[in-house]
């Protein structure tokens, strides 16, 4: 590993998730021993909170549910005030293989930021129409500022590098797709390095999964308004990262 276990962070954003808590972080536990992990409760109406300490893990619980993008700012804020060198994001539901974490780490020698990419050859996962379409087009023109091919752009699974947790900890979009689409053009127009690696999609363990077919075709139409706002958002040169690359 390019870090070593104690410095870094595994952040769960996780919103009634009491099905697939403990066996995700379970699974972590296998395949990043002694890696620190925070919950964060995202306003949860079941035992999400109470299941995630049962198991070992550090929790915070918002008040109200705000989101992942929030929840995420909030997890960045804790890493840098603490003093974490690498911030993993994984979702709570299982979905994320924890068995791919050593290898976004491996790779933030070479960059600030790795995305776990799941349509770049590892896996079966597919998505259709409007969510095919918005992904495709996110895709090719963030590709474009970061002179890299990036496939999954909308990826929750990603691992941010000490100038991502400074940046991040400073200006972290809570909107819908701010945390994964605006997140990405914030980090290019800063400066900093995006790459990925391909990973495998599972199946969520329980819970719900937060699209149905209608939001899905309404992703099209938010997604391409996320990401002309992204573009067009100024930077703040008080927010850009001032360290050296990992």
Known sequence: MAFEVKD??????????QASIVHTLND?????????????????????????RQAGAQVAQLPFNIGVG???RFGFRHASRNGYK????????????PAYIPELLRNLDQSD???GARFAGEGDYEVHGPRKWAMGLLSTVISRSANSKLTDTTSGFRASGPRAIELFAKDYPAE?????VESLVIALKSG??????????????G????????QSAVFLFRAATALIIAYMRPTDPANEPHGEKS
Request: hydrophobic content about 45%.
């Open 86 to 97: 690498v911030v993993i994001q994984l979702d709570a539901d299982g979905q994320h293989d």
């Open 113 to 115: 930021l790795v995305i």
């Open 192 to 205: 900093l390095t995006v790459s990925q690696v391909p990973v495998a999609m599972r199946k969520r363990i």
């Open 207 to 214: 819970g719900q999964p937060s699209q149905n077919a209608w």
């Open 70 to 72: 929030g929840a995420m």
């Open 176 to 180: 819908y797709l701010g945390d994964t």
């Open 8 to 17: 870094v962070l595994i952040v769960l954003p996780a919103f009634n998730e």
């Open 28 to 52: 972590i536990d296998k395949n990043v021993p002694g890696a620190n992990k925070l919950v964060v409760d995202d306003g949860s109406t079941d035992k999400t909170a109470d299941y995630a």
